[in-house]
């Protein structure tokens, strides 16, 4: 078998480093230089790929957000119940190890950053769009199979994503309040409650 082109593997590294240095340093104090250490390769590396900080802190956004949506389709094909899937996607979405931490710092900065950018806004408006799909389409299924109450699938998915998206950014900002034991047991009991049949 033919071994991938160094280009080919150069970008994804290039950008899961960007995404790296970002969850570090943030958007403001991010430097090409930062994203190069990171990668392991040259400052005129990265510029060979892309133009601007700009160009990267776009590509790895839309990276980090595609990257997280690839890690769940094993989850969506493990053959379990839906009602299971669910179950699963929804431990998967937990600020629970380096990587999905990682991840999750990223999203906020899109966030952030995204409140001023149109092109943010549309990355994150299309990737999370099919990340909303991806749960109504759980939803769906385990109604389809009984183990989930009736009901528009669309609110449901909507109500556990935003209850997802707040639990975890109090987590990562350290609340007394909110540790990850809890914000597992706030969603596992809302899909019990509000989701399961």
């Known amino acids: 078998m033919p071994r991938p082109s160094v280009e080919a593997e150069r970008r994804p590294q290039i950008l899961a480093a960007a995404c790296a240095a970002i969850a570090s340093v943030g958007v403001p104090a991010l430097r090409l230089s930062d994203v190069a250490k ?56 937990l600020p629970s190890n380096e990587l999905s931490v990682r991840a999750w710092k990223v999203w906020l900065a899109l966030w952030a950053e995204g409140s001023r950018d149109p092109v943010l806004q ?45 639990l975890a950014v109090q987590v990562l900002l350290a609340s007394s309040n909110m540790s990850l034991a809890t914000m597992r047991e706030t969603c596992q009991a809302f899909v019990r409650s509000g989701i399961e049949k």
């Open 38 to 93: 990171q990668a392991g390769v040259s400052s005129g590396t990265i510029h060979y790929y892309f133009e601007t900080k700009k160009d990267v802190i776009t590509a790895a956004f839309e990276f980090n957000l595609t990257d997280s949506l690839a890690r769940r389709h094993e989850l969506l094909a493990s053959g379990k119940d839906s009602l299971a899937i669910l179950n699963d996607l929804v431990e998967s979405y």
């Open 122 to 166: 549309e990355i994150n408006d299309r990737l999370y769009g099919q990340w909303r799909d991806v749960v109504a389409g759980v939803i769906t299924a385990a109604q389809t199979e009984g183990t989930a109450r009736a009901g528009d699938p669309i609110p449901m998915a909507n109500m556990l994503i935003g209850m997802l998206d707040g």
